[in-house]
């Protein structure tokens, strides 16, 4: 077990590099640069002044020289240093961090829960108007753009029945207690981790109605009902537990998808994550930041697959630990 | 008619005139057609025929676990100590199986849950019916599967299907299946997948744990060699409806019905003569949609004669403990009875 987290932890590396390598090099094909950008706001045209700049950034040296130092430099677990928010990128990533957590983890729960639960109820009801009524609701969450489905909801829940924040993730100006701060923020967070959250259960409804279906017809789900265990017993225990694995894998998979989706469910809500900070960087081309989001971004997807095939050996003793 | 063929005293299963229909779309197909059947607590009746003929979908429906759909019961009783099994509410039902009536199937590998360690599933049957602790559960998990003859039962209990052999799941199959002390047990193609000489030791087992408790035991078998070591008596199937019923020795030396003849007649055995050839059945077994008029068996008879192509024969008690379905049959013996009486 040790060695398999081990060796999976391992495998990160060289992802992590071909990550920096791919980003640079599409951020340096892309027009327009820090450089450019700082140079223009600040208004400095003295071609002296403007030379001792590219020297003082060393943006004067080859790009491959760049690539170099900067993969030096992040080997030193040092993501370099953004003069925009004039702090480094590594301080100023762990500071929004956490929000696209609470967001994502959120929206994962709201996927499993509704979308396991459809997905039982319709495989329960298959062929029935209950099964259809499921179906078609996946199709629709499946659909529609989430950043639509986040508008939709804001003017529902949030501008007429003003049940919810419009957006942000706390409520500005109130001093409270811990307790009360927990709550404002999952207040805060319903709508986006709903929007973000529906069209991944549209996707775990569909898979797990068929697996469902599928496992409901193996020979030892007829064993535990001839020994005479409750359907709902027969359900959970032994079609649901089995049902589950590919499920599973689906969501090792859509991990990646979902932090990209929560850049958009982030600026529909303006919720302070890296999402709106990746945005905004690529916006104002702070490159340090930029790359600094992806690797995080990339590394922090690699644990979570990571995670998710260990979860796999404990649900599926057939995997051996190898 | 029932037979009153039985050997001991009431019985603990009766079913009769069970009807269990196919609804399909080509139509409503009957795929148990009337069986009426006994077995007393101690007794092995086995009910033998090839694919499709209806016994194991009987085994399911005196469990109650027909797949619907297709399959349904749609008439007949499946009386059960006094009870009508086939009335009584899904609820109830649960009560009785694997507590009253237990059941083991044909390929031990995929009836065992593959991502639960097999003791948890044992236990999970023997707390299902008994209000034990999970302790003590636990410890009669490792004595029932000791009692299996699986040898290394405590450390066995953590292990998952895929870690045992065949011979090795259907052994806890049948700890599960005997985990609550049932009346009765349906043994559907127990041995079917196994090796030959597993399926002596599954055989052997099972008689033992049978001559032990005093349980009823329906084997449903294709294979003559099973019926011969285990069977009191025999049922002998063909689309959906009980052909021959005999005491096992009387069935083996003068079978009547002439598909079970050609059954006999189609058994490998160690006596029969080096060189001579087994005989088959020839043709095929009828579809359920497209039954003749008459017997079911006269496209494949040796002596199908006029009679047997314009009615269906019914069960009729030719000999002391025994019936057939057969015109030849009856024909034979009133021919040997007037050649007596001559």
């Not at chain 1, 809500?269 to 930029?290: A, E």
């Not at chain 2, 302790?135 to 039962?153: C, G, S, T």
């Not at chain 2, 408790?213 to 084997?219: K, R, T, V």
Request: aromatic share 6%.
């Amino acid at each position: 077990m040790r060695r398999i987290i081990i060796r999976r932890l391992v495998q990160i590396i060289p992802l992590i590099f071909a990550v920096i390598v791919m980003n640079f090099v599409l951020i340096h094909l892309a027009p327009g640069s820090l450089f450019d950008v700082m140079t223009s706001e600040q208004q400095i045209t003295d071609p002296a002044m403007l030379d001792q700049l590219r020297h003082t950034y060393g943006v004067d040296q080859p790009v491959t020289v760049q690539l170099a130092k900067y993969i030096w430099s992040v080997m030193r677990l040092d993501l370099g240093y953004s003069y925009r928010q004039n702090a480094p990128v590594f301080d100023v990533i762990m500071q929004q961090l956490p929000a696209t957590l609470i967001l994502m983890l959120a929206a994962i729960g709201i996927a499993l829960l509704v979308g396991v639960t459809a997905g039982v109820m319709a495989s329960i009801k298959v062929n029935t108007i209950w099964d259809n009524l499921i179906s078609l609701g996946a199709v629709f969450f499946f659909a529609a753009p989430s950043f639509w489905l986040g508008i939709m909801m804001t003017v529902m829940f949030a501008v007429k029945l003003g049940w919810f924040p419009v957006g942000g993730m706390r409520t500005i100006g109130v001093d409270e207690s811990a307790i009360g701060a927990v709550l404002d923020v999952m207040h805060h967070l319903v709508l986006p981790a709903t929007a973000l959250g529906l069209f991944y259960a549209a996707t775990f409804a569909r898979v797990m109605r068929a697996s469902m279906l599928e496992v409901a017809r193996l020979d030892f789900v007829r064993t535990a009902r001839a020994k005479g265990l409750s359907g709902g017993r027969v359900v959970l225990a032994h079609v649901m537990r089995n049902a589950m694995l590919p499920i599973v894998t689906l969501l090792g998979l859509q991990l990646g998808t979902m932090l990209g989706g929560s850049v958009v469910i982030e600026a529909v809500f303006s919720w302070p994550g890296i999402g709106s900070l990746l945005f905004d960087s690529v916006m104002s081309r702070n490159f340090p930041m930029v790359l600094g989001v992806l690797i995080l971004g990339s590394l922090l997807v690699a644990v979570c697959n990571a995670t998710v095939d260990l979860l796999y050996l404990r649900l599926d003793p057939r995997i051996k630990a190898r | 008619m029932i037979m009153g063929s039985t050997a001991g005293p009431t019985p603990i299963l009766s079913i009769e005139n069970l009807q269990v229909s196919l609804f399909t779309r080509r139509g409503v197909l009957p795929a148990v057609d009337g069986l009426s059947l006994t077995v007393s607590a101690g007794e092995t009746l086995a009910i033998v025929g090839e694919s499709g003929c209806g016994k194991s979908l009987t085994a399911l429906a005196i469990m109650r676990l027909l797949p619907n759909p297709p399959a349904k019961i749609v008439g007949g009783a499946v009386r059960f100590m006094g009870r009508d099994l086939a009335a009584l509410s899904e609820r109830e039902m649960q009560r009785v199986r694997g507590k009253d009536i237990s059941m083991i199937f044909q390929d031990p590998m995929t009836s065992l849950n593959p991502v639960v360690a097999v003791g948890d599933q044992l236990i999970e049957a023997i707390r299902r019916h008994n209000e034990v602790s999970r302790h003590e559960a636990r410890d009669r998990a490792v004595e029932l599967l000791r009692r299996v003859r699986i040898p290394d039962a405590e450390r066995r209990l953590n292990d998952y299907p895929h870690q045992m052999s065949g011979g090795m799941s259907q052994r806890v199959m049948i700890a599960m299946a005997i985990a609550c002390g049932p009346k009765l047990l349906i043994a559907d193609e127990p041995t079917t997948a196994l090796d030959v000489t597993i399926q002596a030791q599954i055989i052997e087992l099972m008689k033992e744990l049978q001559s032990s408790s005093d349980m009823g035991l329906i084997i449903i078998t294709h294979d003559l060699g099973v019926v011969a070591e285990v069977a009191d008596r025999v049922a002998v199937m063909y689309a959906g409806r009980k052909v021959e019923e005999a005491p096992v020795e009387a069935l083996f030396e003068r079978p009547l019905h002439r598909y079970t003849r050609g059954l006999l007649g189609a058994t490998p055995s160690a006596q029969r003569r080096r060189g001579s050839r087994l005989v088959e059945i020839t043709g095929n077994v009828p579809a359920l949609s497209d039954l003749p008029q008459g017997c079911a068996f006269q496209n494949r008879c040796p002596d199908v004669f006029d009679r047997c192509r314009a009615e269906r024969p019914q069960l009729a008690s030719l000999l002391p403990h025994r019936s057939a379905a057969c015109f030849a049959a009856e024909k034979e013996l009133s021919r040997d009875a007037a050649a007596i009486g001559a």
